[in-house]
């Protein structure tokens, strides 16, 4: 039992000298190999007086324990080196590098649509949508155009086959957003409605059969032309400055009563017309249950597509649906 003293000290000597795996493997048969000192310890335990053997094989478990710990502590370390050095040996690097990267932006209709709804919202309105595939009520008949009455045929509409009971239609104009609003909400109302709107329209420089507008509507107490005249100015220098002029020519539409376009000067001293308005029909108003006794209205509207034309100067308005992004970048 003398010899086994110091074997502990020296089996975790020989075990943190180990540097590799099969270096351990080899302490380890020396330690606790079938020659090692304590497997002939064990087989001497026989020669020992009955009385001294349970202390003997006690100590002698004790330290095999203490060796199998140190060899099993080493292991995982040495284990763990060998795995590192092998995966930073066997990395690869996967970082995909890019070049410098292109990046997009907002088409020039939405950079449009996006400019005038703030021009609007400043001014106190409020921003509505609403669906695009409607009914004749809100396409047609809720704004004054009977079946019969023959400006419902300049609209080229674009009819939707879903049989009985009414007819339906991808909407000719955001008129019907108005309509749904003061069907749901209760004057005074202060809204713009922008969104996509469909005609048969054959593309061509200057038309699209599906295009952007945005109108707007005002219902309150005492509202006049001279509300809408002002209105129509105040959004002009706005969007286009100061310098810019508008004014109002007499026109008709069935929707509104009187009725005018509206133009915007341009440098060289001539006109251009931008879109329609006038003051809502008291028929539309009535159909919405709004007393036209009580309330009165002004509507104005005109396409984002044709807008963004004028602005820039395109000879071709199908230049904005094609998207060919030689002509996208530049703006």
């Given at each position: 039992m003398s010899d086994l003293e110091n074997l502990a000290n020296?089996?975790?000597?020989a075990s943190f000298a180990a540097s590799t795996l099969e270096n351990l493997e080899q302490v380890q048969a020396q330690f606790l190999g079938k020659?090692?000192?304590l497997v002939l310890a064990k087989k001497a335990l026989g020669t020992l007086p009955a009385e001294d053997r349970a202390n003997a094989g006690k100590e002698i478990n004790e330290i095999k324990g203490q060796i199998e710990q140190l060899i099993s502590s080493r292991k995982a370390a040495l284990q763990e080196s060998e795995w590192s050095s092998k995966f930073n040996k066997e990395r690869m690097d996967l970082t995909e590098r890019l070049g410098p990267i292109?990046?997009?932006?907002?088409?020039?209709?939405?950079?449009a649509r996006d400019e005038l709804e703030d021009v609007f919202i400043g001014m106190?309105?409020?921003v509505v949508e609403g669906p695009e595939v409607e009914t004749a009520w809100y396409n047609f008949?809720?704004?004054n155009i009977p079946d019969w009455h023959p400006a419902r045929g300049n609209f080229d509409t674009i009819f939707v086959d879903l049989g009985e009971p009414e007819e339906v239609m991808l909407r000719s104009h955001t008129s019907p957003v108005q309509i749904r609003t003061m069907e749901s909400q209760e004057p005074p109302i202060y809204i713009v409605a922008p969104g996509r709107t469909f005609r048969t329209d054959s593309a061509d420089a200057t038309h699209l059969p599906a295009f952007n507008q945005i109108e707007g509507l005002v219902i309150d107490k005492g509202i006049t032309m001279g509300d809408l005249a002002g209105t129509i100015d105040s959004f002009v220098h706005a969007f286009f400055g100061e310098e810019v002029k508008s004014r109002l020519r007499p026109s008709y539409f069935p929707f509104t009563e009187p009725s005018a376009e509206f133009d915007i000067s341009r440098s060289d001293g001539s006109w251009l017309e931008l879109g329609g308005c006038g003051m809502v029909h008291p028929n539309v108003l009535r159909n919405c249950n709004i007393d036209p006794e009580v309330w009165q209205g002004f509507a104005f509207g005109f396409g984002i597509d044709r807008?963004?034309?004028?602005?820039?100067?395109?000879?071709?308005?199908r230049e904005l649906v094609v998207n060919d992004a030689r002509f996208l970048r530049q703006f």
């Open positions: 020296e089996a975790e000597e020659k090692s000192k292109d990046r997009g932006h907002l088409h020039l209709i939405t950079q106190g309105y409020s008949e809720a704004l807008l963004v034309s004028m602005r820039y100067q395109l000879d071709d308005i």
